[in-house]
Nanobody, 122 residues
Framework: VQLVESGGGLVQAGGSLRLSCAASGFTSDDWQIGWFRQAPGKDREGISC????????DYVDSLKGRFTISSDNAKTTVYLQMNSLKPEDTAVYYCAAPCSPQIDWYLEASAWGQGTLVTVTS
């Protein structure tokens, strides 16, 4: 399995970005891909998880309503739509697989993308 993120960049507070995670190597729809982030000097934080059947799981209540995970119809790309961005959202964002209900699922994920940097300025 290979995961490649894109879509990071510099954005002003209040703006939006959509991150993409292009996935390859899955042989069925029985997959789970999640997003997590790591801000400078902070621990990693799981954000959301989506399965091949379309089920989603959010790990952080404070991000609900601002961050939304989705996948395309072909289910080869997973997205993270981020709205109303705040300076504290500045971090490197990673997609990884598989995800699970475990809060620190990324530690056991067998595939990580390279990460994409999101910088939110005030």
């Amino acid at each position: 399995v290979q995961l490649v993120e894109s879509g990071g960049g510099l954005v002003q507070a209040g703006g939006s970005l959509r991150l993409s995670c292009a996935a390859s190597g899955f042989t069925s729809d029985d997959w789970q891909i999640g997003w997590f982030r790591q801000a400078p000097g902070k621990d990693r934080e799981g954000i959301s998880c989506i399965s091949g059947s379309g089920d989603t799981l959010d790990y952080v209540d404070s991000l609900k309503g601002r961050f939304t995970i989705s996948s395309d119809n072909a289910k080869t790309t997973v997205y993270l739509q981020m709205n109303s961005l705040k300076p504290e959202d500045t971090a490197v964002y990673y997609c990884a697989a598989p995800c699970s209900p475990q809060i620190d699922w990324y530690l056991e994920a067998s595939a990580w993308g390279q990460g994409t940097l999101v910088t939110v300025t005030s």
